[in-house]
C-alpha cells in the first residue's frame, strides 16, 4: 500500500501552543482518518473526514479534508501536556479497504 | 465493554516456536484487520477478513496465517518465528459500507522474538 507523507515527523511546545500537521499522498484518497497513539496503546480515531473540502473540529482538533482529496491537515489548538502522543494520518481508497498510514508525528507538550 | 480487545498484550518467544494472538469486536462489525506496527511506528495492511472471507492478503510470508471463525474474531497465527517478526500487531474492525465507515483498532500485541 502506499505510504502517505506525513509532516512534521516530531514537535516540541509549550504548553499553550497551538500545533498543526500535515499529510499529502500523490494519489486521492475517498477517507482521511486522524488517530492519536499513547504509549502502549492503539491508536484511537480523533477525526474522520468524508468529504473532499470538508472541515471538521472535535473539541480542540480541527482537521480538512483537501478539496483534491490528496491532502489533509490537523490542527490542535492551545495545547495540553496530555496532548503528548503521536499522530497519524491516514487514508482509504474504497470502503472496507485497509488504511494506508503516514509515518506519523511525534507531539511533545512541555508545562 | 471492550470495543476490540487482543491476548495476550505481550508475547516473547523463542525463535522457531509457532504462536497465536487472537482478536475479539463486539461492535457488531463484519470486516476485521491485522496490521504491523514496525519499530520506527510505521503502521501496514496485514490482512483483512469480511464476513469471515479473506480480502486482503498483502505481501506478508506465508507463515503468517489467520483464521476468522465467525465475524467477531479473527486470529493470526504465526509459524517458525523469526528475528524480524517482532513488532506490534494490531486488530482493527469496521462495518463495511456503513454510513461512515471507520477502523477501530485494539490495544496492540508486542510480539518479542528472542
Known amino acids: 500500500g502506499q505510504q502517505l507523507n506525513q509532516s512534521p515527523q516530531s514537535m516540541f511546545i509549550q504548553e499553550g501552543e497551538d500545533v498543526s500537521m500535515n499529510c499529502t499522498s500523490s494519489s486521492i484518497f475517498n477517507t482521511w482518518l486522524w488517530y492519536k497513539q499513547d504509549p502502549g496503546e492503539g491508536p484511537v480515531l480523533l477525526i474522520a473526514?468524508?468529504?473532499?473540502?470538508e472541515l471538521t473540529s472535535n473539541g480542540r482538533l480541527t482537521a480538512q479534508f483537501g478539496t483534491t482529496r490528496k491532502d489533509s491537515f490537523l490542527n490542535i489548538s492551545a495545547s495540553i501536556p496530555s496532548d503528548v502522543g503521536i499522530y497519524f494520518c491516514a487514508g482509504q481508497k474504497v470502503p472496507g479497504y485497509a488504511l494506508n498510514f503516514g509515518k506519523g508525528t511525534s507531539l511533545l507538550v512541555t508545562p | 465493554d471492550t470495543a476490540v480487545s487482543q491476548t495476550p498484550k505481550y508475547l516473547v518467544t523463542q525463535m522457531g516456536n509457532d504462536k497465536s494472538i487472537k482478536c475479539e469486536q463486539n461492535?457488531?462489525?463484519?470486516?476485521m484487520y491485522w496490521y504491523k506496527q514496525d519499530s520506527k511506528k510505521f503502521l501496514k495492511i496485514m490482512f483483512s477478513?469480511?464476513?469471515?472471507?479473506?480480502?486482503i492478503n498483502e505481501t506478508v510470508p506465508n507463515r503468517f496465517s489467520p483464521k476468522s471463525p465467525d465475524k467477531a474474531h479473527l486470529n493470526l497465527h504465526i509459524n517458525s518465528l523469526e528475528l524480524g517478526d517482532s513488532a506490534v500487531y494490531f486488530c482493527a474492525s469496521t462495518l463495511y459500507g456503513g454510513p461512515q465507515e471507520t477502523q477501530y483498532f485494539g490495544p496492540g500485541t508486542r510480539l518479542l522474538v528472542l
Open positions: 477478513y469480511n464476513n469471515k472471507e479473506l480480502i
Open positions: 473526514l468524508y468529504k473532499a473540502g
Open positions: 461492535l457488531g462489525h463484519d470486516t
